[in-house]
């Protein structure tokens, strides 16, 4: 482009345009969009360029190649769209180019691999405007994101850019700027929703000659990137709408406070300033008038408080990122940096400023609803199918979003809640989804609008645990100047803690509410301020899951570990073991045909239950069975049951005559036989000179020797016997006893006391010890 | 280290007087120490304090709010799990114990041979690919098992990720 020097009039401006849109995205030209916003980078969209570029330079092919930003469907990254024919690729991969060379930029045909589907069945949708993750939505803030190369500003101007900045210094005075602005009702982006116009005013009205412009890019609540997709993907609309508010309320300096996650947006925000100062349109004599504005960039340093106005402030001094009190509000003297008024806004208002001064009050207030006109990005994240950014007029409702445009939920799973507005929101359940959205109709149903995450949950999501997980997070970040927050979320949150690892106690839930209301009426700054919201709105719709975990200690998404009751769903089970493998406390027993899980050593830690590759592993309600009322049994005979589950081997071997049958090593088989059938045992224990016992002789090894053909009368028995065997101590519990032996498959099992035997027990033995019991309990059961 | 104060402050340094330029730059000054030296060792700042005249004991006020400053040696690879509620949804815990586990340290932690320090992160913006994580500066998104294992190669055996 011939043209690269200042320019110095408004006329200038727009022959510039004229030429860029004659000489920029020519209808005939191929060109390629390909997304190259933080998510598509990551997914590789780089590589995809490079092989365009390869691909074209091998067959000689005119491509233009446009590194947009984000075009908002992160999740079938990297994207891209194909011009003229308008098609829209997903998921391209480097060794689709080739084919969608051949196919599309010279063929003019859709290439089919990479165009978009809902699922493998369903038709291809080749035209964007088709796909209906963009059927539905509305672009103003992004109307630029995935159209432009951010790095030019030339790319800009072509699409119209800066013409509400040319519209605003040629035709309007200031205060016409201000009230386009107050009556097209735009309220603030950024979370509070308050009215920007008003906001302006209020700065403008302020004493003093040096006022700040101030853009808040310190996108902190996890879950939202809309601001950073502007930043990244369109600089300059963000720009020009700074600069329409410096010169709506007299400004002279501006800032762009970005928090420092993101370098991406200020490298590009850097290019951006660079480009427009050396054109003209930033800095001294904006375009030849005599506006004077200039943009510095001030990076964060990790602190979500810092999106808070005056703790912003104090960090663009270069202080602790503690709030104030407010008043005197940031428009007021006294308010802003250094004491100078300024007017703060959202990143995402500013980039809808343009469109009011170019299009009219009107065409915005003709978007959305009343309260609340124009559109709203969102980010649209969790359990859907198309996450991704979201620009649609409010008003919309959120089935609309998270169905339609969102594809409804991964797996097709039932949808439980949707968690808006970041830490400071809430979750709204199901029976609101037809809820047109708005900032008003969010903050009724206990949620707000915030920055415009919306988080969505399926019911493998346990509620509790996200409360805990937002409250966390305000935890965490709250800065400690006032004690409501920064004692308050800790000991909610340390109540929270005990209630999804299983400790919850009765009385939990008010003392939750009681201190939610102290943090949510004591706190200095709207962090602490919203902080309880997500506990507080989770209990307004899902108390009966905070009762589950309290009260049955069960959790039921399976999130919380320490919850519930673990069983292995015998029908499902395909027995692979990995589960026996996976537990560390060798609570899972593998019987003859069976693995099951042994409650007395299980922690509940879920380690099979991640193990399991096909889900046989189920956690279950703890059931509260009290014997003597589910099955009449006298609390007598409970108790009897009670005490035998607790009895240990001696308590047999005290029941039953006492008789150890014993040989030497040197004895032939047929004596030990004979001792065996004149003694009626089924074993015989076979002990050294030292009186200590080598190795048992069973029926089962009289057996063996009878098929190998041995000789009864030549073969001493220490030759055919089992060698050390299994012994327990007399002090064994009944029940691991018969564990072992019926995983080792054993009938007879030494006692020992010490190094002395104490007596022989025999599978038998276990069984007729046990079996009163079990027949008198198997009585009043039927 | 080079710090120009009034290149630093930019335009509004016009209406600021040298005692808030000073201050007005330290958040950025603190960048670059650390950018230099991975942290913020002491005999750096203390040159920063006499050279800035601003306290040293308000220095380490600011340095010690904002999470992105360390006081101690960091590691050569820096992981960070994102933690953000898109990522916590789809299970980025599981991730972050995977390499709790692996490699036998907490978050926050870095290992003794300084090959890498593991952290988390409150939200990377990158929700669409949850969960993610980043290692230095490349984000990897949609984390699995394979790709965890992935990145514990490329930890062990010391080569820089592509």
């Not at chain 1, 003859?592 to 299980?602: G, L, V």
């Not at chain 1, 607790?646 to 088989?669: A, G, N, Q, R």
């Not at chain 1, 016992?693 to 053909?709: Q, S, Y």
Request: hydrophobic share 35%; net charge neutral; charged share 25%.
């Amino acid at each position: 482009m011939a043209i690269e020097e200042r320019i110095n009039n408004i006329e200038d401006l727009k022959k510039l345009r004229e030429l860029f849109q004659k000489e920029l995205f020519k209808e005939d030209t191929p060109r390629v969009r390909v997304c190259c916003g933080t998510a598509c980078t990551a997914s590789g969209s780089y590589k995809v360029i490079d092989a365009f570029t390869n691909e074209s330079a091998k067959r000689g092919v005119d491509l233009e190649i446009v590194k947009t930003g984000c075009q908002g469907l992160c999740q079938k990254g990297p994207v891209m769209k194909a011009e003229p024919q308008e098609i829209f690729y997903q998921k391209i991969k480097p060794e689709n180019v080739h084919w969608l060379m051949s196919y599309t930029i010279l063929g003019g045909m859709p290439y089919r691999q990479g165009i978009y589907r809902d699922n493998i069945l369903s038709e291809p949708v080749p035209l964007m405007t088709d796909v209906p993750f963009y059927k539905k939505q509305m672009r103003i803030a992004l109307r630029n994101n995935g159209r432009i190369d951010p790095h030019s500003i030339h790319h800009y101007i072509a699409v119209g850019g800066y013409a509400a900045l040319e519209k605003a210094l040629s035709s309007m005075t200031p205060d016409e700027v201000l009230r386009e602005v107050d009556r097209a009702n735009i309220r603030g982006r950024g979370g509070a929703g308050f009215p920007a116009g008003k906001k302006w005013e209020h700065c403008k009205k302020a004493p003093g000659k040096i006022k700040f412009v101030i853009a808040n890019g310190d996108e902190g609540d996890p879950g939202a990137f809309m601001d950073r997709s502007i930043m990244e993907g369109d600089p300059h609309s963000l720009l020009e709408g700074m600069i329409l508010c410096a010169y709506a309320i007299g400004a002279k300096y501006g800032f762009i406070y970005v928090r420092h996650e993101y370098p991406l947006a200020v490298k590009n925000l850097k290019i951006a300033i660079k480009q427009a100062e050396e054109l003209g349109i930033l800095g001294k004599n904006i375009l030849g008038t005599d506006c004077n504005f200039t943009i510095d960039i001030r990076e964060g340093a990790g602190a979500f408080v810092c999106g808070e106005s005056t703790a912003l402030v104090a960090s663009i001094e270069g202080q602790r990122g503690f709030p104030k009190p407010r008043p005197p509000r940031l428009s007021e003297p006294g308010g802003g940096p250094w004491g100078y008024p300024s007017n703060l806004n959202n990143i995402e208002t500013y980039a809808c400023v343009p469109v009011i001064i170019e299009k009219g009050a009107d065409y915005f207030l003709s978007i959305g609803t009343p309260g609340s006109p124009g559109t709203k990005v969102f980010a649209l994240t969790g359990k859907v199918k198309n996450t991704g950014l979201v620009e649609v007029p409010m008003g919309i409702t959120l089935r609309e979003i998270i169905f339609d445009i969102g594809g409804g939920i991964i797996g097709d799973k039932e949808f439980k809640a949707v968690q808006t507005g970041g830490p400071s929101g809430g979750c709204i359940p199901a029976k609101y989804l037809d809820l047109p959205v708005d900032f008003d109709s969010l903050t009724s149903v206990g949620s707000m609008m915030g920055s415009g995450g919306m988080v969505v949950m399926d019911e493998d999501n346990c509620m509790v645990d996200v409360a805990k997980f937002f409250l966390s997070f305000c935890q965490s970040e709250s800065c400690g100047k006032c004690p409501p927050c920064r004692m308050g979320t800790y000991q909610m949150l340390e109540i929270l803690e005990r209630i999804t690892s299983g400790k919850g106690e009765d009385g939990d839930i008010e003392n939750l509410l009681k201190i939610g209301k102290l943090v949510l009426k004591g706190s200095l700054c709207g962090l602490g301020q919203s902080a309880p919201n997500p506990v507080l709105s989770t209990m307004k719709y899902f108390m009966e899951e905070y009762e589950e975990h309290i009260y049955d200690k069960y959790c039921r998404a399976n999130v919380c570990s320490g919850m519930g009751v673990f069983v292995i769903n015998q029908l499902e089970c395909f027995r692979c073991g990995l589960c026996k493998k996976a537990c560390a406390f060798d609570a899972v027993k593998e019987a003859r045909d069976r693995y099951f899980i042994e409650r007395d050593y299980c922690t509940k830690c879920k380690a099979c239950y991640y193990a399991c590759p096909i889900n046989a592993v189920k956690i279950r309600k703890q059931r509260h069975i009290k014997l003597e009322e589910e099955f009449r049994i006298p609390s007598e005979s409970v108790e009897i049951i009670e005490r035998r589950a607790k009895m240990t081997l001696k308590d047999v071997l005290e029941s039953k005559p006492l008789e150890i049958v014993t040989t030497t090593k040197d004895c032939s088989v047929r004596e030990a036989i004979n001792i065996m059938s004149e003694r009626n045992v089924g074993s015989i224990l076979v002990i050294d000179e030292n009186n200590k016992l080598v190795g048992i002789f069973t029926e089962r090894d009289a057996v063996r020797c009878l098929a190998k053909n041995i000789s009864f009368e030549k073969e001493a028995i220490q030759n055919v016997m089992s060698p050390n065997p299994i012994t327990f101590n007399s002090s064994t519990e009944i029940s691991a006893a018969i564990a072992v032996m019926s995983r080792k498959k054993i009938r007879h099992l030494p006692v020992m006391e010490g190094d002395k035997i104490a007596g022989m027990i025999s599978y038998r033995d276990l069984v007729s010890y046990l079996l009163p019991e079990i027949c008198y309990m198997a009585e009043d059961i039927y | 280290m080079e710090i120009k104060v009034n290149e630093v402050i930019g335009y509004t340094g016009e209406v600021l007087t040298e005692r808030q330029k000073k201050t007005g730059i330290l958040i950025h000054a603190l960048q670059k120490i650390q950018e230099e030296y991975n942290y913020l060792p002491e005999d750096v700042l203390k040159k920063l304090s006499e050279k800035l005249a601003v306290p040293l004991s308000d220095i380490y006020s600011t340095a010690s709010f904002y999470k992105q400053f360390y006081f101690t040696p960091r590691g050569k690879n820096i992981i960070k799990v994102c933690m953000g509620t898109a990522c916590h949804v789809r299970g980025s815990a599981k991730v972050l114990r995977s390499l709790e586990e692996e490699f036998d340290m907490k978050e926050g932690e870095t290992t003794p041979d300084l090959s890498m320090t593991l952290e988390t992160v409150g939200c990377i913006g990158c929700c669409g690919l949850a969960p993610v994580a980043t290692i230095n500066e490349n984000i990897v998104g949609e984390m699995d098992e394979n790709k965890v294992n992935d990145i514990i190669e490329i930890i062990k055996t010391g080569k820089d990720s592509e």
